[in-house]
C-alpha cells in the first residue's frame, strides 16, 4: 500500500468498502472487525492513493466526511413532509386513555405497538438519493430545519452510501443525534483542563455540535445518530410495519436502538415502560421516556394527524427530575393579556440540567390546591424537563415563621382592580394599556417580524421607550419622528441609529390587513385567525361592528374568540387606537378596495408549497386572497390549484394523484401580473 500507483481504481473502490464496513461494525453493531491501528493503517492508505489520484474521490469515501465551512451559514430548508411533535403520557392512565382512543378510531379489538427508547437529543432528517447521502436538516419548526450535511457527514453512525445495490430513488430517514454519557464526560474534561466553558448535559453538547459552522469541531465531538423512522420513501414499496422498517434501516447501514420492541396492547407497552425505567440509570445514554407507534403503517394512514402530531403515536414521559429547595417569597407577573401568574423565588438549586430560582405556581387554586406557604421546603420538578414548577409541600419542614401567599387584589405593577373572569383560572389586571406591564408586552407584540415588523425597536428599547413616557399607546411609535432628540438620548441611540429606527417605522406604515389586525394583540387571535377575519370581512370597520353572531359565522372563529374580539373592540381606548393609527397614515388595500368583478379567483382554493423564489410563500398567499382566493394549508379534493415552488414535496405528490392543477413560479408570476396583483 506504500506505493499508490500499482493501485487501480477497483483497488481504491475495494479498500473505500472495507473501511466503510469497519465503520459499519465499529459505530452501528459495535462489533469492531480490526484494532484502531488497522483501520488507521487502510485509512492513511485510502487518503495516499486519493492525494496522488483525485479523479478517483468517491462521494461515499470516508475521507470525505470533514468538508468546508459554508460561506454564508445553515440555508433553511422545507421538509418532503412535516417532522411532528407527539403527545406526551405521564401516567399509566394517559397510556391507557390513547389505547382505547387508537383501538376505537381504527376499529380494532387489540393493537400492535412498537416500543422504542426515546432518546434526549435532536431530531433529524437525512436525505439519500439512489442510495447516496446529499442531504442533513435539523427539524426546525417541523415545516423546515437547518441544512447542516456538512456536519452530518462527519459522524460515523451516518452511512455516506447505504449498505445495498438496490437502494430506493428517494430516502428520508428520520434520527435522533445524541451525544453518549462517556463521549460527554471526555469532552468537559477536556474543555475544564483547557479553562474553557463546560456543557450542562449531553444534549446541549449535541446541539452545540452539531450548529458549529465549522465542521472539523463537529467531527471532533463523540456525537451518534440513532434511526427512528422512514420520513420519506420513492420508488420502493416500505413494510406495512414500522419495526419492519426499522429492520431494514439497520440492514442499510444504520444504527437502531437495540431495545426497540413490538408488544401487544396497552399491558404490552406498560410492561416495556416498567422494564425500561428500571434500565434507564444504566443506559450508556440519556432517554427521557419511551415513544410508542402503532406498528401498522396501514393502521397508521388509516389513524392520520390531529394538529401538528399524530394519533398513531406518543410519548411517555418519564417522572420529570425533582429536586427539595425552599421558597423564598412569591411574586407576581402581569402578562400581555393582564393575565398575573405567581413566582415562586426559589433557593437556587441544580435540577434537570439547569439551576433553578425560579418556579410558576400557575394560579391562585394551585396555591390553595398545593397549600404553599412562603419559606416552605418544596419539591420542585422541571415539569416535561422544561418548565420549573412546584408540585409538593413538605409539610412536615415547614418552619414557624412561614407565612400565607396573598393574591393581590391590585395589579402589583398599576394598582387597577384584579378581576377574575367566571369559568377561567387566571386573574387578570383590568389596567389594559394603562398598565405598564401589559403595556409593554402589548408593544413589543406590536412590532414583532409577523405583525408590523418594525426592524431595530427591540424589546429593550420598547421598555426605555416606556419609562420614559415617549410611547404609551402603538400610536405613539409613529409620533416619534416629532422627538428626535429624545431618541438620541436613548442609551446605545446614535445619529445612525435613529435614522434607521425612523426609517423603518414609516416604512412600516404600508402593511397587510391581517398583519395589522394580528399586530392590535386581541386574545386567542393569531395569524391565521386575523389571516380568515381580514379575508371574510375585508374591511376594518366592519370588523370592528362586527356582532358575535357574526363573527361566529367565520371559519374556525369559536364562541369564545367572537367574545374576545367583540370585547376588545368594545373598548373605547382600543378603538381609539385603531384610529389613531389609521390617522397616522397606515395603510393596506383591503378586499373591499377590489371591486366583486376584479376578484377572478373569488371561490377557488390554492394551496402554496415548496420554496419561490421571487415571492415568500406569505406574500403569494396575500396576493391570491386579494385576487379572491381561499388559500388552504392543505390538498384535497376540493383544492383548485396547487402552486408549487421548488422541492415541493409531499404535497405536489399528492396534488398530482388527485388530478388538481399545479402551477410553477412562472406561471403564478404570469397569472398575479394579468389580474393586476403586482
Not at 479553562?195 to 450542562?200: C, L, P
Not at 404490552?268 to 427521557?288: F, K, W
Not at 381609539?576 to 378586499?591: F, M, P
Not at 388559500?631 to 402552486?643: D, E, F, I, P
Request: hydrophobic residues 35%; negative net charge.
Amino acid at each position: 500500500m506504500s506505493d499508490s500507483k500499482a493501485y487501480t481504481l477497483d483497488d481504491v473502490l475495494a479498500l473505500i468498502q472495507q473501511l466503510n464496513d469497519y465503520s459499519y461494525a465499529y459505530h452501528v453493531k459495535d462489533e469492531p472487525l480490526v484494532p484502531d491501528a488497522e483501520y488507521d493503517r487502510c485509512y492513511r492508505a485510502l487518503q495516499a492513493i486519493e492525494a496522488k489520484h483525485p479523479e478517483w474521490v468517491q462521494p461515499d469515501s470516508p475521507t470525505q466526511r470533514v468538508g468546508e465551512k459554508p460561506d454564508n451559514g445553515f440555508a433553511t430548508v422545507e421538509h418532503t413532509v412535516p417532522m411532528l411533535s407527539l403527545d406526551n403520557a405521564f401516567d399509566d392512565d394517559n397510556m391507557q386513555d390513547f389505547d382505547e382512543r387508537v383501538r376505537k378510531l381504527s376499529g380494532k379489538g387489540e393493537l400492535t405497538y412498537c416500543c422504542e427508547p426515546k432518546l434526549d437529543g435532536l431530531a433529524i432528517s437525512i436525505r439519500y438519493e439512489n442510495g447516496h447521502l446529499v442531504r442533513g436538516v435539523t427539524r426546525g419548526d417541523g415545516l423546515s430545519g437547518e441544512d447542516i450535511t456538512s456536519n452530518i457527514k462527519t459522524i460515523y453512525s451516518v452511512p455516506l452510501k447505504l449498505r445495498t445495490d438496490t437502494p430506493p430513488p428517494v430516502l428520508e430517514v428520520r434520527g435522533e443525534i445524541y451525544m453518549p454519557k462517556e463521549g460527554f464526560e471526555k469532552l468537559n474534561q477536556a474543555a475544564a483542563a483547557k479553562g474553557e466553558k463546560t456543557f450542562v448535559n449531553p444534549r446541549n453538547a449535541a446541539a452545540g455540535s452539531l450548529r458549529q459552522l465549522d465542521p472539523k469541531i463537529t467531527a471532533a465531538r463523540p456525537l451518534v445518530l440513532c434511526a427512528y423512522s422512514i420520513g420519506y420513501v420513492e420508488g420502493w414499496e416500505q413494510p406495512d410495519s414500522h419495526y419492519e422498517g426499522l429492520l431494514q434501516l439497520s440492514d442499510w447501514g444504520f444504527k437502531t436502538n437495540n431495545l426497540m420492541k413490538r408488544v401487544t396492547g396497552v399491558k404490552g407497552c406498560l410492561e416495556y415502560y416498567a422494564e425500561l425505567s428500571e434500565q434507564r440509570e444504566g443506559l450508556s445514554y440519556d432517554i427521557d421516556g419511551i415513544v410508542y407507534k402503532v406498528d401498522s403503517i396501514a393502521q397508521q394512514k388509516q389513524l392520520g394527524f390531529v394538529a401538528r402530531a399524530p394519533r398513531w403515536a406518543i410519548a411517555r414521559k418519564f417522572p420529570a427530575q425533582e429536586e427539595v429547595t425552599q421558597i423564598l417569597g412569591v411574586d407576581f407577573q402581569v402578562g400581555r393579556t393582564g393575565a398575573i401568574t405567581p413566582v415562586a423565588r426559589l433557593q437556587p438549586t441544580f435540577v434537570g440540567g439547569v439551576t433553578v430560582s425560579n418556579a410558576t405556581l400557575h394560579n391562585q387554586d394551585e396555591i390553595e390546591r398545593l397549600g404553599v406557604q412562603v419559606k416552605d421546603w418544596v419539591v420542585i420538578r422541571r415539569a416535561g424537563d422544561v418548565i420549573p414548577q412546584v408540585v409538593q409541600v413538605l409539610q412536615d419542614r415547614r418552619p414557624e415563621d412561614a407565612q400565607e401567599v396573598v393574591f393581590p387584589t391590585q395589579c402589583p405593577i398599576c394598582q387597577s382592580d384584579v378581576e377574575r373572569v367566571e369559568g377561567e383560572a387566571v386573574q387578570r389586571c383590568t389596567g389594559g394599556l394603562v398598565c405598564g406591564a401589559q403595556l409593554k408586552e402589548s408593544l413589543k407584540h406590536f412590532v414583532s417580524r409577523k405583525a408590523l415588523d418594525i426592524d431595530g425597536l427591540g424589546d429593550k428599547l420598547i421598555e426605555q421607550l416606556v419609562d420614559a413616557g415617549l410611547v404609551k399607546t402603538p400610536v405613539d411609535i409613529f409620533l416619534l419622528k416629532d422627538k428626535p432628540a429624545r431618541l438620541l438620548a436613548m442609551e446605545r441611540m446614535g445619529d445612525k441609529s435613529v435614522d434607521k429606527l425612523l426609517t423603518a417605522i414609516e416604512t412600516s406604515k404600508q402593511t397587510q390587513f391581517n398583519r395589522f389586525v394580528y399586530a392590535l394583540g386581541i386574545r386567542e387571535v393569531g395569524e391565521a385567525t386575523a389571516r380568515t377575519l381580514t379575508q371574510y370581512f375585508g374591511d376594518i370597520e366592519k370588523l370592528m361592528s362586527a356582532s358575535e353572531e357574526d363573527l361566529i359565522e367565520v371559519e374556525d372563529v369559536g364562541p369564545i374568540v367572537a367574545q374576545h374580539i367583540r370585547m376588545f373592540f368594545d373598548q373605547e381606548d382600543n378603538v381609539a387606537i385603531v384610529r389613531g393609527l389609521l390617522e397616522q397614515g397606515l395603510t393596506w388595500q383591503s378586499t373591499q378596495d377590489v371591486e366583486a368583478g376584479e376578484q377572478p379567483l373569488e371561490g377557488l382554493t390554492y394551496v402554496v408549497t415548496g420554496t419561490l423564489s421571487r415571492y415568500s410563500r406569505d406574500e403569494v398567499k396575500d396576493l391570491l386572497i386579494k385576487l379572491g382566493a381561499k388559500v388552504s394549508g392543505s390538498v384535497s379534493a376540493k383544492t383548485h390549484c396547487l402552486v408549487a415552488g421548488e422541492k415541493a414535496g409531499s404535497k405536489l405528490t399528492k396534488a398530482q394523484n388527485l388530478g388538481v392543477e399545479v402551477m410553477d413560479e412562472e406561471a403564478l408570476h404570469q397569472m398575479l401580473t394579468q389580474h393586476g396583483a403586482v
